[in-house]
């Protein structure tokens, strides 16, 4: 299915998913844990120290990357991660719309998942979850940070990178929704100077708003890569 919003042609998750803007997008293909272009860098925060804090609670301490591209940072991670001796305490899971992996072996505590963040279903809470530049090519965006927010923990943390502009109402006007304040209505924290997005906590997150589709033409946002702008209209 397609809307229109003015010459704006809109597309549905089906028909984004096929876009060559998302399907050519290779801004997380081979982003490593760590360095100048990791992880830490990009969400500020360190992952392995986030898991190893969370070792010592019952059951196993979960990650999930959303939009993980090859998978080469929890590879990385599974490995370090076994090599201390926490493969017994650990499980991670890497979910990516495009089945191109890191060659294995793995740890049995890691697997990837091809999926969409719209559609996919885990089964289980996270401690942690973490996106870098995936929300970027995401549809309804929205959407999927609602889905997010229910596959937390009681504490568990959510951290993505995230441009508000990117959400846009139907008029197309750049200023977007007022999401800021949406956003920490909904219990997410947004840092617009490094464009963060985060959560503490699983909830049950509703915008009230209703996606109308996404333009896979928006041009590049403050990346410098194209990106996808998200449009909706306010629920009545």
């Known amino acids: 299915m397609q809307h229109h919003i003015g010459v704006k042609r809109l ?10 803007v998302v399907a050519n997008c290779a801004m997380n293909r081979e982003r490593s844990l760590g360095g100048s272009n990791g992880y830490g860098r ?8 986030e898991l190893d804090g969370r070792t010592g609670a019952t059951g196993p301490v979960r990650w999930l990357d959303v939009c993980c591209g090859s998978g080469r940072a929890p590879a990385e991670a599974a490995r370090l991660l076994a090599g201390r001796g926490l493969a017994d305490r650990v499980e991670i899971v890497g979910l990516d719309l ?5 060659p294995g ?3 049995p505590f890691l697997r990837f998942v091809t999926g969409s963040v719209v559609e996919w279903a885990p089964g289980v809470r996270f401690d942690l979850i973490t996106c870098v530049h995936g929300l970027h090519y995401v549809g309804d965006k929205l959407g999927a940070l609602s889905r997010i927010a229910s596959w937390l923990t009681g504490d568990g943390l959510f951290v993505a990178n995230f441009d508000a502009r990117s959400v846009r109402p139907a008029d197309g006007a750049s200023t977007g929704l007022r999401l800021t304040a949406q956003l920490r209505a909904q219990g997410f924290a947004y840092d617009s100077a490094r464009r963060r997005v985060s959560r503490r906590g699983c909830g049950d997150v509703r915008f009230p708003y209703r996606y109308l589709g996404a333009d896979d033409h928006a041009g590049p946002n403050y990346t410098g890569q194209p ?8 629920l009545t």
């Open 98 to 102: 495009v089945d191109f992996f890191v």
């Open 105 to 107: 072996p793995f740890p």
């Open 42 to 49: 990009e969400l500020g925060i360190d992952v392995l120290a």
């Open 11 to 20: 597309l549905d998750e089906a028909a984004l998913a096929n876009s060559s």
């Open 227 to 234: 990106a996808v702008d998200s449009f909706y209209e306010p």
